[in-house]
């Protein structure tokens, strides 16, 4: 052990003694070189310096002590012949002497002969420059290249130069930093100094990165420019180059002339009372705003004219302004508004405005209610209070509008305070500050945490709607920032959270604008999130299957999937629980129970994601939607500007028993939905216009005739019944067929027109069929009480009850129940009443007294029928069988059309499938004969009957006939005669 370490010990107490015979002041460091194999027990050789000190003597006997401050290894070599293999130690790199003079640069084991080099290694250190230096140009390259920093050889002779502003910038103006430096470098870059330390700027909203700006050859040059600047962008900006192992920096402060960015105004009151005198009433007005350190000149004004008495104090870390108003009790005043401004040291101004609601003497008002914890005091008609009490960990607002004589729901947007904090990260994020795909994954995540979406109130619907805004910042941040697929698992997670809850406590506008900012979101970003390999996830509500190829075949949530492109990669994905949703405008269909989204992955660069759409897509889906519904498939797609569903590009396929086959193409991203519903056609259409314009037109000929032969005809107490009531019929049904005709172009419409002329059909129909009614039981009252006729005072008094007033009772209560409920009463796409599903929707008020009058007709016509089989004697010959079988038919013909027997075919098709070989039969049928409905009345009330033919002959002619033909009335109709 002495002999390997005597050497060293020797070696060690010479280059003491050199440094204290040289020099008397310290400290410095020594380099001792151990040679022979002795370097290969370093421990030991290390532990004999374990003193602290050593007593040196110099060449004239003065004796000095030297302190041992550190030891430590710097570089082991071995040497083996000619072989020489050198290491440096941890924590050290090889010296610029290593690296220029035997090209040994890196990390890795240096082969050549460098134990000559002084010095060998040096540490790994960063070295920071505060301030400025000036080199002489006589320093040689050579000169330049020995200047040390920490540890680190500045390989170059210049420094970073920053041009930034060099005083306050404007609030909301456009600043620009710009980096030089002259030398080539790798990559640059910037960052800003935040409450939680240095965050990467990048391309955002706000940042605009150039990192290679126009510069002089042989130099670098890096941009910042930051657009509308508010408070949050007030800080320490830095530029770096990165050359190899060394990092050229420059920082500045940014300071920005503050403003608040969020005013919040709220009046205490909610609502100020006037007294019955008059005069005026006080109120409390409060203005709170983000902690800032500016000195704000605050001044506030009433109706236009200003104050200036404002005491401010600081609450939970925000700056509260408050001023008392006088509010002056005059009805002629329109609104009454008070207005916070804030001034800054630009002379710049921000101001907020506020409306008060008043209470004038003797004016109408809703009456305070406490509900669920929130007060609202007496409102006027007409105003909207707010009230910003939340529950405990909430921020935020509710408010309630006084409509009339009752209170409307509550408008709650009292959000989960943990949330607004994400909220506010995700808008950091889409600006520009610190986007990294790391810090996308912590929002996610965060927005996971801070959520939890299980049961539906109006607080959950608030939460739901900042979390798809969070969505959202970042859909549009990941069109600059690349994302890797690690975010993927994260980002479904939260996204399949929000659509657990059904999102009520909205109106449908504001439920149609979550629900498509809501798929847009998530498309947006499944589409852009960087995939290196194929993948499969699923969570509760979303699931995405990432192809590996440009041809796809894949399933999700049961949906097949085949995607055929030369190039890309798709990604597929489905979602549920979103459909109902979803705002419908496709006309007269029903919405299933998934979306599906089809996407392509797009290639990156190192400015983001670039867009590679160059060829033809195909795509074919096969939708578990199995026949048997009675109702016909269409094939649509989600149309990214209108935000609506369109059948441009997608045809229906095939329909079966197991699904319903679409085929879409399209060069961009979509959505697909399998709508149902009844879908009318050209051909049915140009039917249906045709035939109410004969039906129109007869009807009018027939009501013409009626009026001329009706002295002539109406001689008996039941002919008097029976053409009253064809008369009712008809004229009902002229004028719910005008109706029809003058609304059959809706978006030409007005709303109060479009409401009318849905009322007036809803009315005319059901009176028509009222009087229907009345003619089927008059009929059947006749054919079984032969010998007890109806009276003529009796029946015009219940037909009138049954024909008029039933009908105006039946629209009249929908008509107030529907509006009562808020619900909607009319389809203003179809000027008619809604249908949502069995037994929801103000069309139920039609089918339903239409179903119980078909069905009472139906058995009518069974009366007639058995009472003309009943007629017939056992011993008939076939003559009067065949006469019989004939007066079946001619009642068919004829009270078929009159009783609105034909009106049961609407209801078979919703029995029939719409696959089935017999639907567009029964459609026709349906078609053709109530278009021409008109026509078959005139039918059976003129031609069809005797006495009106003979009175119509003879004013024709002008003569009278002896010779009538034979009738071709139902022995139901000449039972009178």
Known sequence: MFSTIFPVLVGATFILYQVFAQVSVGPYTAE???????????????????VTSLEVTDGNGNSQTVILERTELVAECQTVGDATSCNCSAGHVWSDMVCYSHNCCRDAACTQNVTDAVPLCVPVATAYLAGTMEIGAVWTPEQLAAVRLGGVTSRSHCLVTMDAPAEAACYESDVELICTLATATEAASWKMGTAEGDVELNDGTVVTVERRCATAEGTSCAGLRLDTVTSIWAGNYTCEFLKGPVTYRAKTFLEVAQLPDHISMSVAPLAAECPAGGGTTGVTVTATIPPSTANYEVWYSYNGKRGSNVENTTVNNRLEYKFKVSIQCQKNIASQYVEITFKNHKDQLQSSKLEIPVIYAGSDFCKEELVDGAFWPNTPFGA???????????????????????WMDTFDYCINEQLNNVLGEAENFRKGQGPTSDKAKIIFQNLTD??????????????????????????????????????????????????????????????????????????KLVENIHVNRSKALRTENVELKICPNSDCNVTVFGIDVSVNRSTGRPKVMAVKNLTPKVRNTYPDTEKTEYIMSATLGLDHDENGPKENRSSAVEIHMEFPVPAGDGRTPVCVFWNLTTRTWSDEGCVLTARGANGSSCHCDHLTSFSVLMAKGDVSSPELDIITYVGLGVSVFSLLVFLAVELLVWSAVVKTNLSHFRHTAIVNIATFRL??????????????????????FAVFKHLFYTAMFCWMLCLSVMLVHQLIFVFSPLRKRVFMFLSSVVGYLVPVVIVGSSYVYYCYTYKPYYDKKTCWLTYDRVLEGSLHAFLIPVLVVILINIFSMVVVIVTLLKTQTPDSGKADNKDTVKSIVKVLVVLAPVFGVTWVLGFLLNIVDSGSPVFPVVNYAFTILNS????????????????????????????????ASKSLTSTAYTKDK
């Open 450 to 523: 801070s959520s939890s979406f299980t049961t539906d109130s109006g607080s959950n619907t608030a939460d739901v709607n900042v979390s798809i805004n969070i969505l959202d910042n970042m859909a549009l941040a990941s069109g600059t920032t690349i994302l890797q697929e690690d975010v993927l698992p994260v980002m479904m997670e939260a996204a399949s959270q929000i659509l657990n809850t059904t999102w009520s406590g909205v109106n449908e506008t504001v439920l149609s604008d979550m629900s498509a900012n809501y798929l847009e979101a998530i498309e």
């Open 384 to 406: 909207t209070v707010v009230n910003k009490t939340c529950a405990e960990g909430r921020s935020g607002f509710k408010s309630r509008t006084c409509e009339g004589p009752r």
């Open 32 to 50: 001792l070189m151990v040679e022979s194999n002795i370097s290969l027990e370093t421990s030991k050789v290390l532990a004999a310096f374990n």
């Open 735 to 756: 004028l719910a067929d005008c109706s029809f005709l003058a609304s059959s172009s809706p978006k030409s419409l007005g709303e109060g027109t479009c409401l009318a």
């Open 932 to 963: 021409f409905q008109g026509l078959f009345i005139l039918f059976a009330g003129c031609f069809a009957e005797q006495k009106v033919r003979e009175e119509a002959l003879k004013i024709i002619t002008g003569k009278g006939k002896s010779d």
